[in-house]
């Protein structure tokens, strides 16, 4: 796509006036305030499902299969993981900074929310349904003790 000199132009600009002030309202001013009520909700709402997400995941590794056989790596935290999570929230505050309206749906908010718990129960119910043959690890070949779950949610 070609964009004219005209229309780069006026890119340039309101990036300009979007940024100009930034380093004011970021040192200065109340985080609630500068995110607003929406903004702050939502980030807050993502947090805490990272938070039970990754935390729930560690414990019940820790339940089912022995804190001796456990390790941090059951946290699944790592490089590609936090640049994922940090691209997304680059990509929160750009939208957030030029296409706000986006982000006052509450409708829409609330629908991925519901989706974000719906799929942490169907996780969980998979956890405990296959209890040890759930593993965080990537397994290449298939062990003598191996059983296939045909029962609960893998119906």
């Known amino acids: 796509m070609i964009i004219p000199l005209q229309g780069m132009s006026d890119l340039c600009s309101k990036l300009f006036e979007?940024?100009?002030?930034?380093?004011?309202r970021i040192f200065h001013t109340n985080p609630m305030t500068l995110l607003g009520p929406v903004a702050a909700r939502q980030l807050g709402q993502m947090l805490i499902a990272l938070l039970f997400f990754h935390i729930s995941e560690y414990v019940l590794a820790v339940i089912i299969h022995g804190a001796s056989r456990v390790n941090l790596t059951s946290l699944l935290i790592s490089k590609q993981y936090i640049l994922a999570m940090v691209c997304g929230l680059i990509e929160y505050a750009i939208e957030f900074t030029f296409v706000p309206e986006l982000k006052m749906q509450w409708w829409l908010s609330n629908i991925g929310l519901v989706m974000v718990v719906a799929g942490e129960l169907v996780r969980k119910a998979g956890i405990l349904t296959a209890r040890r043959g759930f593993t965080h690890d990537i397994k290449m070949y298939l062990r003598d003790d191996h059983e296939l779950v045909t029962h609960g949610i893998y119906r």
């Open 18 to 24: 979007q940024f100009s002030h930034l380093d004011c």
